[in-house]
């Protein structure tokens, strides 16, 4: 009963502060749901390609990421089925959990699955990182984003909680022998795994290639869901504005994403956007890459478990 109620609150807190968020700003989301209900059919038809096409490409970081070659069209559809898992955990958790379903189904040892969504994730942030820092270097926009950096007074907190976690961390390891051996043995694996994969170009091309084409697919959907409501920014400035506002924010463990929106909403409206505007633009973009999927993906998750896929 205990741990019911947990799942429960897990999966309404996401509800409850999307609900205070609407009721604080009724006008906004008036405005915004008004403006996407009269959008522009193709170009949402458009975000909804782009929305399938990073479907492709987190799977090519997947394999990318795994010495073991795994079926591709079961690989794909446990990334459309993992997508329902991220709205009841946070960070990611739900999509490596069913991952790591997947791969140990398809005879993947645990170690060698663990180690590759520790790939798969720095490869997916370190290619992030690449074109954040691209996009800043050649679009003029970034001089706005000066407004959203916040005081330095918040940084020094910030930065000594994170280097409080990271010693206490450093000191379990190296104090915790029963804590030590099984980390040990994963860095080891990784390590392993990883120069592994860089030996082979078709894995570094899937690995790398995949994870520099996700935050563009995702940045892209932006930009046409923006494009249907009327969002007169350039595709540059709001592929730049998702990936600040990712970069600031993705750190918060809020399920559904909701910090990284509300962070997007007001990038959108710092690059120069309107308030309503920007709105429709991020309550679309989430409407369409995460509540039209849902059911499908949910049906999907249930049809691969019965399968024995998962």
């Not at 959008?39 to 970081?61: E, I, K, Q």
């Not at 997916?124 to 959203?148: D, F, M, N, Y």
């Not at 010693?167 to 980390?183: C, N």
Request: hydrophobic fraction near 55%; proline fraction near 7%.
């Amino acid at each position: 009963m205990a741990g019911r109620s947990v799942r429960l609150a897990l999966c309404l807190a996401p509800l409850l502060l999307a609900g205070g968020w609407a009721m604080a700003n009724r006008p906004a989301v008036y405005e915004g749901v008004s403006r996407l209900v009269a959008a522009d059919p193709w170009w949402l038809l458009a975000g909804g390609g782009f929305t399938c096409l990073n479907w492709v490409a987190a799977s090519c970081v997947r394999q990318g990421a795994l010495p073991d070659r795994v079926p591709p069209g079961l690989l794909l559809a446990s990334q459309f089925a993992a997508g329902a898992a991220n709205h009841t955990l946070p960070a990611g958790f739900g999509a490596h959990a069913v991952t790591v379903r997947f791969l140990r189904a398809r005879g993947v040892p645990l170690d060698r699955a663990t180690a590759s969504i520790g790939l798969y994730s720095l490869a997916k942030s370190s290619a992030k990182t690449v074109v954040l820092v691209v996009l800043l270097a050649t679009s003029p926009a970034w001089r706005r984003l000066g407004e959203l950096v916040p005081d330095g007074r918040l940084l020094v907190p910030l930065a000594a909680i994170v280097g409080g976690a990271l010693a206490v961390a450093g000191v379990l390891l190296t104090v915790v022998r029963p804590l030590r051996r099984p980390v040990t043995g994963l860095l080891r694996s990784a390590l392993a795994d990883a120069r592994e994969v860089h030996t082979r170009p078709a894995r570094v091309a899937a690995l790398w290639g995949g994870a520099v084409a996700m935050p563009l697919l995702q940045g892209t959907t932006l930009a046409c869901i923006g494009a249907a409501l009327g969002l007169e920014l350039p595709w540059a400035h709001v592929v730049l504005a998702y990936l600040a506002a990712g970069t600031a924010v993705g750190a918060v463990p809020a399920p559904g994403g909701l910090a990284v929106d509300a962070a997007l909403v007001w990038t959108l409206v710092t690059f120069g956007s309107p308030l309503a505007v920007a709105t429709a633009t991020v309550i679309g973009y989430r409407v369409l890459t995460d509540w039209v999927p849902l059911l499908p993906g949910t049906l999907m998750l249930s049809a691969l478990i019965r399968a024995k896929v998962l």
